[in-house]
């Protein structure tokens, strides 16, 4: 016979199980399933309540199976159906409390997805964890299991079971691997950039940084000096003005601006204090040269652009015994006297321009002459087609000389435009025609040529102190119109 399971069946009609706790004197726990910090009654009892609710059912079963056999009374009869209501009673308690249960936490998670912005899931975050407060207020942090990644495992990512705390994030960039120029991929690299106008961040590459685009184009026309906002900058200038630096210190290794003399003036280049720029106090950028300018930490250093007026030099071949040249032929010099051709034909309408450099107080002549004049201690004037324009304010050819123009010396800027068409030549200092001349209209011109090929020319006495003639690559003046650099 069936041994009736009167323990279980006391626990289950007692309400020993109950879901309300106050109900259950023995069993404080109940089947409670609260989250007050204690492990919840339902973790330990539900089995427990299974497993008597099967003994019993086995037992209803076992019973009702032999109940013909076994039933000696009604009262034995009528036990057995009130074990049967027993049991259903106490399983249908458990299915109410076991519901009750999945709608709390239903409702816990609904309340934490609420509560935290949850990023959207994509194929390519399989593996990934995200851990929320299940109250719905954010981000778990600081919960045990969960240590702060160190600098080193939020860089490289060897660590996806740690938190990132500030912290780490502190020691991150030591910890990333330097790109330089020698290893970025321009294309392929990305850099992510808070955009402002969006208020989100986006990502460029490389190639579209630093990539020859200027910060912007300025002009400029009186005295300026650069500030640290300037970098990047082209800076068109013209007139005759000072450009001044800022102090090496506040600009910093590597700063740079691009400077472009688009008139007729000279632009000083003056760093700040005592700083120097290649060396020297300051940095003259004529017409239509173009100048780098960078710190290099300490001071600064000018990266030329020469300007395009010309590429003619001093001939080497046609100079006079006692003359010099240097700067790579574009200057020439004595102590002694004699005479220099350029080494580039004069053909159509041309202009180019000299400076009378240092200070003897000897005769200077500068101006236009035939291939094959004698030029050793001799000046090129006293040939038939020399054509020159004197110091003294003279014109002379052919060993005369006629008064004609202003005196000039050491500093002053002569320019020659030459119409071989017209065979006139006219001169001009500091920009000034001299004797009433125009090339431009043709009118006075200091000479007629006589035919020939016509190359520039240039005089020294340097007997009463040196004298050099010095040929402007980068003009001083603009040519007249019509009339291009030599």
Known sequence: MTTRPDAAIGRLVDGYYNSRAFHSVENAGGLDESDDGLVAGHVINFPAALEDLGAVSAYVGAVVADGERHATSAGAAKDIVLLAVAAANAANDLALAYRD?????????????????????AMGDAGKALVVNPAGTGYVTGQAGLP?????????GTSTTKAVTPAALAGWLPNLTELTSLNIDREADRIPLYDASGAVVRWVRPSSL???????????????????ADAGLLILASGTWTLGLPAAASAGNGFSILLKNTSSGTITVDPAGSETINGSATVAITRGASAILVCDGTGWQAIGIPATDGSWTWDPAQIGTGLTLSSANTVVSTTSYGSVLGNTEIAGLKYYELTALDSGTGQRIAGVCVAGASLTNTAFVGNARGYGYNSNGTKANNGSGTAFGSTYTSGDVLGFAVNTYTLGVWPRKNGVWQGGGDPVTGANPMFTLLPGVYYPAGYMDGTSGAQSWRINSGLIFAPPSGFTPL
């Open 101 to 121: 249960a999945a709608k709390g936490y239903r409702d816990q998670a609904q309340a934490a997805a609420a509560g935290v912005n949850l990023p959207a899931i």
């Open 148 to 156: 702060a990644a160190t600098g080193a495992e939020a860089a490289t």
């Open 210 to 228: 630093g990539s020859g685009r200027f910060a912007g184009v300025a002009s400029k026309t009186a005295a300026y000096t650069v500030t640290t």
